[in-house]
């Protein structure tokens, strides 16, 4: 009863569980692969940093009013969720554009904790040249 | 109370799972029509958020692992030359289970959550659902200790394994997080869960089905000890590594992301290998995929098993990734191994072991062709509109186009989804269909023999 497993190559198969089992080469194209696979493994795992090298932005970013107001503000500002902003400038004094801002007003949200300031004061200084 | 009738088990875990097919996919093409319409069905129970957490978990732990189970109870003891352990526990298994899952599906829909992917139940339920698959793996691991056959055919080893593998998963992924602080670990810990799910679960187990179907439906011996062995070890050696690589250039150290990485590409080994042992067992078969539907769902989840496993490599290298992480490019990918590729092959496990459990063929032929045709038609539809749009939305997304009109820009591809997403889910009706006429019929037609035998006697 030969029923143990060999690692050659013969033709003949084995049976397990009535399904017969082959004992076929394996294909040399995938050995190929195999090894490549394994070389590359290792040279990544010594030479490659394994993330996205980022360059530092080169400039200070002078734009931070606008990534602001298009990040946040624009999500409900720009759907008809709430009142076009441009020209807001025009009819609303800065201290209350501000304190809308900082502590909201009906159903706008208070986001001031969210910002500095600084960054309060940048955007308005975005929401000036809206139009 | 419960029956302890031959193949009841496999036959029942069969019927529960195409059920949940049905209602998994209902969430699913409703996830996709609020992406259109997103009024539609804005309330309390129904909100993006509910809907599109309860189709993932439903398709994955109600649909797919259920006819995982079905086929086990099937393939299991037919490999180990017995009967099944213990029908009876199977069928109170079956009937648990779903309780958990119907538990799960209302807590999702009541805005429980444990925001973790793929392990999204509240911890009440993760521990009932535990205790249920510990049921279900006990029942068959005694099933094989009961064995005729001295050998284990590599369906075996694959079958096993998961049912290992799939509570250890489960363990690490949902309890210790809720200890550990937050952030960067529990993403980890989170992806742990999430990657082996689909690494040690759905694939092990789906690949265990094919190595057992396609020697079966073609009647040609497989095609080599060796690969099978190579395959085995190095998927249970690589993929529990692979969870990072679902972070990548997130706010992990880079040695965790390497860890993944590299393990990723390292998985074309173990995938070829078993491919080149599913293709080599097809040679001069081939031809039969024209008149056999099951054989041709199986070896369509094998092609589509390989385009997981070309895109998933790419994927892992933080260059593509910082084009296509967070994009609908995912989403496309995510539906490939476990609709494509491992859905495809439940399909094929179902034609095959329902027909001999119940004693008579598929009621409709022609169902079945319209299930396979739907279902592949549909999903390459759904794909590729979800892949272009990733790419789109990608490049969009580093230009800087303002966010909102990448939004907008997505408008017609997420319609084309939402229609290959409806032939997807239409296919399905054909199988559940099909499969009640088969069971009615069988029923039916055995109960008339009873009364010939009866009248002749
Ligand atoms: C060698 C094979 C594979 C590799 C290396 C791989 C790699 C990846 C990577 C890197 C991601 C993350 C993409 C991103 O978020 O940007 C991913 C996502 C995913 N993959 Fe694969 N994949 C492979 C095969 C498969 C297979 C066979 C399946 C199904 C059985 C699968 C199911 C998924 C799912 C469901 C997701 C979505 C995760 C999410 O929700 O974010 N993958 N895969």
């Known amino acids: 009863m030969k029923k143990e497993y060999q690692q050659h190559d013969s033709k003949e198969a084995d049976i397990v569980s009535d399904i017969k089992i082959e004992h076929n ?107 | 109370m419960f029956t302890d009738e031959k193949w009841s088990s496999s036959k029942n875990w069969f019927i529960a799972a195409v059920f949940w097919i049905i209602i998994g996919m209902s969430m699913g093409l409703l996830t996709a029509t609020k992406q259109i319409w997103p009024e539609l069905l804005n309330n309390r129970w129904f909100t993006y958020g509910h809907v599109r957490s309860a189709h993932v978990m439903l398709v994955i732990y109600a649909w797919l692992s259920m006819a995982y189970v079905g086929s086990m109870f099937y393939m299991i003891p037919k490999l180990a030359k017995t009967k099944v352990y213990s029908e009876k526990m199977g069928n109170f298994a079956l009937v648990f289970y779903n309780i958990v899952i119907l538990e799960g599906f209302f807590a999702l829909l009541l805005g429980q959550t444990e925001v973790i992917e793929y392990g999204e139940f509240p911890l009440w339920v993760d521990v009932q659902l ?65 990657h082996n799910a689909i690494g040690l679960w759905m694939t092990t187990v789906g690949v265990g089905q094919i190595y057992y179907l396609l020697p079966k439906l073609t009647g040609r011996p497989l095609y080599s000890h060796q690969l099978s062995m190579i395959g085995f070890w190095a998927i249970a050696t690589f993929y529990v ?49 024209r008149t056999s539907v099951p054989l041709r769902f199986t070896v369509a989840g094998t092609i589509f098993y390989l385009f ?13 990734s910082s084009v296509i992480k967070f994009t609908h490019w995912t989403v496309g990918h995510a539906h490939m191994g476990p609709f494509g590729a491992f859905s495809f092959t439940s399909f094929a496990a179902i034609y095959y072991i329902l027909p001999k459990i119940v004693g ?98």
């Open chain 2, 360 to 457: 008579r063929e598929m009621f409709s032929k022609r169902a079945m062709e319209a299930h396979f045709w739907f279902s592949t038609v549909g999903f390459l539809v759904f794909a590729f509109s979800l892949w272009i749009a990733g790419v789109v939305q990608g490049f969009a997304w580093i230009e800087g186009v303002p966010f909102l009109q990448t939004v907008l820009m997505m408008e017609p591809y997420v319609q084309g989804r939402a229609i290959g997403g409806t032939m997807m889910y239409v296919a399905q009706f054909f199988l559940a269909w099909n499969m009640y006429k088969t069971i009615k019929l069988a029923k039916l037609e055995k109960k008339q023999q009873a009364q010939q035998q009866a009248a002749s006697a």
């Open chain 2, 130 to 194: 535990l205790v249920a698959i510990g049921l279900v793996a006990y029942n068959l691991f005694k099933t094989v200790g009961r064995r005729q056959e001295k050998m284990l055919y590599v369906s075996l080893w694959y079958f096993l394994g998961s049912l290992l593998w799939l509570p250890l998963t489960w363990i690490v992924g949902n309890f210790p997080a809720q200890w550990i602080p937050s952030g960067v670990q529990q993403g980890l810990m989170g992806w742990f869960l999430g």
């Open chain 2, 241 to 289: 590594w692979n969870g990072p690589h679902h972070l990548m250039n997130g706010p992990i150290p880079g040695w965790i992301s390497k860890a993944g990485v590299i393990p990723s590409i390292v998985l074309l080994i173990p995938v070829w290998a078993v491919l080149a042992n599913f293709w080599g067992t097809m040679k001069g078969s081939w031809s039969q995929t």
């Open chain 1, 25 to 131: 080469r394996v294909p040399k194209l995938l050995v190929a692969v195999f090894y490549v696979v394994a070389i590359w493994a290792i040279g990544y795992a010594i030479f490659m940093p394994g993330k996205l090298a980022v360059e530092p932005a080169a400039a200070p970013q002078d734009n931070k009013g606008e990534l602001i107001f298009e990040g946040t503000c624009l999500s409900c500002h720009a759907t008809g969720a709430a009142p076009d902003l441009s020209g807001v400038t025009d009819r609303m004094p800065e201290e209350d554009i501000k304190n809308v801002i900082k502590k909201g007003r009906n159903t706008m949200p208070a986001i001031g904790h969210l910002y500095t300031e600084k960054e309060i004061e940048l955007v308005y200084e975005y929401l000036k040249d809206y139009r």
């Open chain 2, 308 to 320: 997981a496993c070309l895109q998933g490599p790419l994927q892992a290298l933080p260059s593509v």
